[in-house]
């Protein structure tokens, strides 16, 4: 397996576990005020800013083709949307992903990612169609018991042509990242690795038509967003491990 372009760090010497892909996904960022999102954060972990902002990201998305490492995929487990609120971290100079949520159409899933990967993965009815070529109609709306309720309603499309992401810019700084981040109860920090190839991109249109995600974690998300639509992408994770 050969390292992708965007790496800043080898690849973990031990064998990855997990292969997936991911689809059908739009890149929807926020700016948001560095101070509130630090606050947010478990200890040890470090808000990444850029030019002085924090960044909020909303990404839909459909995951299949999810399976273990030499084992084929399995009913009900590895087709599912999913749909996650994630701002931007680092710890020991490797930049990464902090997952506020994880809303998914699959029970299975949800409890074995919580399991395995202590991410705060929550069960939510949703539904992905395309009403012509381009555009999808994503709508999500979280079920989970004891978690507070948040809605996603929206359509959303490329628009342009793709590209990569040149180091430097906005794009590749919110989309480059090559691990997560999670805690456990007693407040341990993990690192997840992934590796993948650089995102094709092309810049997108939506139309928002709900979008209370982030009103768990007290924020408005009013202003227009950043967006991004991402061609599909064959993804391969490592077990997470303690880093602290």
Known sequence: MTMSTDRTWPLPKHPWVMRMTWSELLFAHWSVDPKYLAALLPEGLT?????GKAWIGVVPFLMSSVAPRCLPTL?????????????YVTYQDKPGVWFYSLDAASRIAVRLARATFNLPYMDATMSLVRNDALT???????????????KFDAS?????????????TLEHWLTARYCLYSADRKGNLYRGEIDHDPWTLSRATATLRQNTMCKPLNLELI?????LFAQPMTVRAWMAMRCN
């Open 156 to 168: 959303y499309q490329p628009s342009g042509e793709t590209f990569y992401a040149q180091p430097g």
């Open 136 to 150: 999808i109609n994503y709508q999500s709306d979280r079920t989970h018991r004891g978690e507070p309720p948040a």
């Open 75 to 87: 009913p009900r487990i590895s087709r599912f949307l999913e749909l996650n609120v994630r701002t």
């Open 47 to 51: 808000l990444d800013t850029r030019e």
């Open 223 to 227: 202003d227009q967003p950043h967006l």
